[in-house]
């Protein structure tokens, strides 16, 4: 198998899907705007930092998430596609997957983001195979628990290492923007930093990785 990670958020995103999704809510008058945006800001400086409590963030994500039925999900998280995410999606991360595709490569999407959020907009790039952060569903209904490894850090490994369960790998390529995500760079033959934040842009030209612009310009 050859395969190719892809990160998602300000990776084939211009943006974060997971914080995206806050603001989203906010703005749509779902949750109260002042505690909401306040906490979802906090985890985000974390993430950018390195220092987030992963099962926390996604407790807090996942805390609307069992207050509706699922219907009601998939079409809310269809306008937060419409209003919000299509927008972000970058050209040069499509052009990327089909090269991949191309090449009869197998593609996997990889974030720390939920599943709920990420899986649709995978889906879209073209990307079937996910591996995320899970929201446990149990009877048609969000629980609000984290199942799983989180997909983060080093538990993007963890969670790769699971999906392979035995499968060989003879080459392998990787894209992030993240230091957070410097271990799955480090595990793959050709490591693409995309836009990469400023640790992992010095890590990137220290161990001679491949950096990428595939941000969209706005004029």
């Not at 806050?22 to 909401?36: K, Q, S």
């Not at 807090?60 to 419409?82: G, I, N, P, S, W």
């Not at 220290?206 to 990428?212: L, S, V």
Request: charged share 25%.
């Amino acid at each position: 198998m050859k395969l190719a990670l892809f990160d998602l958020d300000h990776t084939l995103l211009n943006t974060d899907s997971d914080h995206s999704w806050g603001e989203f809510l906010v703005n749509e008058g779902l949750v109260d705007a002042v505690r909401h945006r306040q906490i979802n800001d906090q985890f985000y400086e974390d993430y950018k930092a390195g220092q987030l409590d992963p099962i926390a963030y996604n407790e807090f994500v996942f805390e609307f998430l069992t207050q509706h039925d699922a219907q009601y999900l998939v079409e809310l998280h269809e306008l937060f596609m419409e209003k919000v995410i299509r927008a972000q999606m970058r050209p040069e991360g499509f052009k990327a997957i089909q090269r991949h595709i191309d090449a009869g490569h197998q593609l996997v999407g990889i974030t720390a983001t939920s599943d709920f959020i990420t899986a649709p907009i995978f889906r879209e790039f073209g990307i079937t195979e996910i591996i995320a952060t899970n929201a446990e569903f149990v009877d048609g209904k969000y629980t609000g628990k984290v199942i799983n490894t989180p997909c983060y850090q080093q538990g993007k490994l963890v969670r790769l290492e699971q999906w392979l369960a035995g499968r060989e790998v003879t080459e392998s390529w990787a894209y992030s923007d993240s230091i957070n995500d410097r271990f799955l760079l480090e595990y793959a033959d050709h490591a693409v930093a995309v836009n990469p934040d400023d640790r992992l842009e010095a890590l990137a030209k220290e161990q001679g990785w491949d950096i990428q612009d595939w941000s969209i310009k706005n004029d």
